[in-house]
Nanobody
Framework: QVQLVESGGGLVQPGGSLRLSCAASGSIFSIGAMGWYRQTPGKQRELAATITPSGITNYADSVKGRFTISRDNAKNTVYLQMNSLKPEDTAVYYC??????????????????WGQGTQVTVSS
């Protein structure tokens, strides 16, 4: 059983900052790519940022230069530092983590897991 727990969302004024965290726990053999997506009502979930196990990052154009994704492999945790927030950043933010485990047949099985989502609201 694997669980992802997100934290750090909230209400912030335009120009402010927030830091999101997502910690994975449970039956984990290894962790691959980690990322953050966001979704607003009536729209599809969209990529915000991803990070590989070696630390290579990728950002949506809309957040480049303002958001920074990082990971702590010892803690199985991914972070999203969000600076210079804008009203259009308002969304529910979801973390996703690629996790490998060992099944009953002693085989490695890899799946993508999602956090429960955390609301970020940017408003004055």
């Amino acid at each position: 059983q694997v669980q992802l727990v997100e934290s750090g969302g909230g209400l912030v004024q335009p120009g402010g900052s927030l830091r999101l965290s997502c910690a994975a726990s449970g039956s984990i053999f290894s962790i691959g790519a980690m990322g953050w997506y966001r979704q607003t009502p009536g729209k599809q979930r969209e990529l915000a940022a991803t990070i590989t196990p070696s630390g290579i990052t990728n950002y949506a154009d809309s957040v480049k230069g303002r958001f920074t994704i990082s990971r702590d492999n010892a803690k199985n945790t991914v972070y999203l530092q969000m600076n210079s927030l804008k009203p259009e950043d308002t969304a529910v933010y979801y973390c996703t983590v690629e996790i490998s485990g060992i099944n009953r047949d002693h085989r490695v099985v890899t799946s993508a897991y999602w956090g429960q989502g955390t609301q970020v609201t940017v408003s004055s």
